[in-house]
């Protein structure tokens, strides 16, 4: 008796490394096929975006965005567009890597 396998995506992780528009991905694959790391595998529906099974894995090449023929289908998020910041006690002001205007460094000394 054959039992049949099923494609299971991996436990959440911090990590989105690509997302899908479903309004403007046409379910064609082509993503699939370039993706170097295998990151992507052909979701079972047709015409639906194919799903992200290995997200920690992503190289972010880019290959997959600049072969889909739906453009904006595709996006890449790469780890420091991950919202990598700090927000400061006193204010309550919140700083992004690479922001314009930075605040202006910590010079108290620490605390033992």
Same mark, same amino acid.
């Given at each position: 008796?054959?039992?049949?396998?099923?494609?299971?995506?991996?436990? $959440?992780?911090?990590?989105? /490394?690509?997302?899908?528009?479903?309004?403007?991905?046409?379910?064609?694959?082509? @993503?699939?096929?370039? @993706?170097?790391?295998?990151?992507?595998? &052909?979701? &079972?529906?047709?015409? =639906?975006?194919?799903?992200?099974?290995?997200?920690? =894995?992503?190289?972010?090449?880019?290959? @997959?965005?600049?072969?889909?023929?739906? $453009?904006?289908?595709?996006?890449?998020?790469? &780890?420091?567009?991950?919202?990598?910041?700090?927000?400061?006690? =006193?204010?309550?002001?919140?700083?992004?890597?690479?922001?314009?205007?930075? *605040? /202006? &460094?910590?010079?108290? *000394?620490?605390?033992?």
């Amino acid at each position: 008796m054959a039992e049949k396998a099923y494609l299971v995506k991996n436990p $959440p992780s911090a990590c989105k /490394a690509i997302l899908f528009d479903g309004d403007l991905c046409t379910g064609c694959l082509e @993503c699939v096929e370039v @993706c170097r790391t295998d990151v992507l595998m &052909p979701n &079972p529906k047709k015409g =639906e975006p194919p799903i992200v099974v290995y997200p920690d =894995e992503c190289w972010f090449c880019g290959s @997959c965005v600049a072969h889909c023929p739906s $453009p904006g289908a595709i996006r890449m998020e790469h &780890p420091l567009s991950q919202r990598v910041g700090w927000k400061r006690k =006193e204010t309550g002001e919140f700083f992004r890597i690479g922001m314009k205007n930075p *605040p /202006a &460094p910590n010079t108290k *000394p620490p605390i033992c």
